[in-house]
């Protein structure tokens, strides 16, 4: 089973700032990962196909890089909505499995 | 419009069953691969079972493998879960989602809560 470990597990920053998540896969994934966002008691809409390739509907202020074993989203100025939990899914092996998330909270 | 609508959750005892159903309208039901999420109160996501588009291969996570069977109606456009000898660690937010491209999630249901207790 491939493990993806988030990091941070919270991130504390300001509306304007630029966030920075990362997610580390246990062994190559190429580029089969997709990010998502949730917000309380809502389910998780879909950010970053992938690796690299948004959504539709999804803001250009939201990134994803990174290939192989290391990822990253990137927002480059957060928005009030923006501050919710992230996770990293990759489906380039069965089972599929998710990072444990990262909180974005506002500072 | 692209809608996922799960029904079917509850309060169930241990080594009980469930059935969940997700209704899909706004895509060709037909096409696509769906799947099962789950989110336990306060944690993460957890995949918990796959289907093809014809139904003919299925997927199970290992937490679930033997207990839980899931299945497709396409001439009615619903996804289900028979879900069976329940345990409290199946208490869970159960999503199902649509699959996208080459296998993340592209659509997800707003989700139904089974609770296992006595």
């Known amino acids: 089973e491939i493990v993806l470990t988030q990091s941070p597990a919270t991130l504390s920053l300001s509306p304007g700032d630029r966030a920075t998540l990362s997610c580390r896969a246990s062994?190559?994934?190429?580029?089969?990962l997709a990010w998502y966002q949730q917000k309380p008691g809502q389910a998780p809409i879909l950010l970053i196909y992938?690796?690299?390739n948004r959504a539709t509907g999804i803001p250009a202020r939201f990134s994803g890089g990174g290939s192989g074993t290391d990822f990253t989203l990137t927002i480059s100025s957060l928005e009030p909505e923006d501050f919710a939990v992230y996770y990293c899914q990759q489906f380039t092996n069965w089972p599929i499995t998710f990072g444990q998330g990262t909180r974005l909270e506002i500072k | 419009e692209v809608q996922l609508l799960e029904s079917g959750g509850g309060l169930v005892q241990p080594g009980g069953s469930l059935t969940l159903s997700c209704a899909a309208s706004g895509f060709t039901f037909s096409t696509f691969a769906m799947r099962w999420v789950r989110q336990a109160p306060g944690k993460g996501l957890e995949w918990v079972s796959g289907?093809?588009?014809?139904?003919?291969?299925?997927n199970y996570a290992d937490s679930v493998k033997g207990r839980f069977s899931i299945s497709r109606d396409n001439s009615k456009n619903t996804l289900y879960l028979q879900m069976t000898g329940l345990r409290a660690e199946d208490t869970a937010m159960y999503y199902c989602a649509k699959r996208g491209g080459r296998g993340y999630h592209d659509f997800w249901g707003q989700g139904t809560l089974v609770t296992v207790s006595s």
């Open positions: 289907i093809s588009d014809s139904g003919r291969n299925t």
């Open positions: 062994q190559s994934i190429t580029s089969s």
């Open positions: 992938d690796a690299s």
